[in-house]
């Protein structure tokens, strides 16, 4: 079994472009600090040991899981709530009627990584995973300039079966190429 991973956070880009084409709308709607929180987001530096990285483009989440399980060629099981996504693009998203994980994420990457820490070549990977988890259990660390959100998180696992799933709360959702 292998991790399904994340880096960068989900819709971020699409979300900034809505507040670029359409300041004065988003303006009379948030507060300035909460518009600047948007921000375009950094170019993903992936670990050494990743494997079969796959871009979150048009189509947005559900259709780059849907790719990375054709091109590593297994299910998926994965948790909505583990995927980074800043409030703000949340909240943006809901006012332009649009839904976050159907918009693209420049700058967002889906890959596996070996589900043994033992077995990771880059130790960068396994700080980034502790970071993360500190980050889960409430540490005020911030994330680093020019990085939107969480720089990488574990959003599920390779699964045996053939399907790729997402639980949502208690609901299962199978994924299909559209």
């Given at each position: 079994?292998?991790?399904?991973?994340?880096?960068?956070?989900?819709?971020d880009a699409a979300?900034?472009?809505?507040?670029?084409r359409?300041?004065e709308?988003?303006?009379?709607r948030?507060?300035?600090?909460?518009?600047?929180?948007?921000?375009?987001?950094?170019v993903?530096?992936?670990?050494?040991?990743?494997?079969?990285?796959?871009?979150?483009g048009?189509?947005?989440?559900?259709?780059?899981l849907?790719?990375?399980?054709?091109?590593?060629?297994?299910?998926?099981?994965v948790?909505?709530?583990?995927?980074?996504?800043?409030?703000?693009?949340?909240?943006?998203?809901?006012?332009a009627g649009?839904?976050?994980?159907?918009?693209?994420?420049?700058?967002?990457?889906?890959?596996?990584?070996?589900s043994?820490?033992?077995s990771?070549?880059?130790?960068?990977?396994?700080?980034?995973?502790?970071?993360?988890e500190?980050?889960?259990?409430?540490?005020?660390?911030?994330?680093?300039?020019?990085?939107a959100?969480?720089?990488f998180a574990?959003?599920?696992?390779?699964?045996?079966?053939a399907?790729?799933t997402?639980?949502?709360?208690?609901r299962?959702?199978?994924?299909?190429?559209?």
């Amino acid at each position: 079994m292998k991790l399904v991973c994340m880096s960068g956070t989900a819709g971020d880009a699409a979300a900034a472009a809505m507040i670029a084409r359409e300041p004065e709308r988003f303006a009379a709607r948030f507060p300035a600090r909460f518009l600047r929180r948007v921000r375009k987001p950094a170019v993903p530096r992936l670990p050494a040991c990743a494997e079969c990285p796959v871009p979150i483009g048009e189509g947005g989440l559900w259709a780059a899981l849907w790719r990375l399980g054709e091109q590593a060629k297994t299910g998926l099981a994965v948790g909505a709530a583990a995927v980074p996504i800043l409030q703000e693009t949340v909240e943006l998203c809901e006012a332009a009627g649009e839904d976050p994980y159907r918009l693209p994420s420049a700058g967002a990457v889906f890959l596996m990584e070996p589900s043994d820490a033992a077995s990771m070549e880059d130790a960068g990977l396994r700080r980034l995973i502790e970071r993360r988890e500190r980050m889960d259990a409430g540490s005020a660390e911030e994330p680093a300039a020019g990085v939107a959100g969480p720089a990488f998180a574990v959003i599920g696992h390779t699964a045996e079966h053939a399907a790729r799933t997402v639980r949502i709360g208690e609901r299962i959702r199978y994924l299909d190429r559209g």
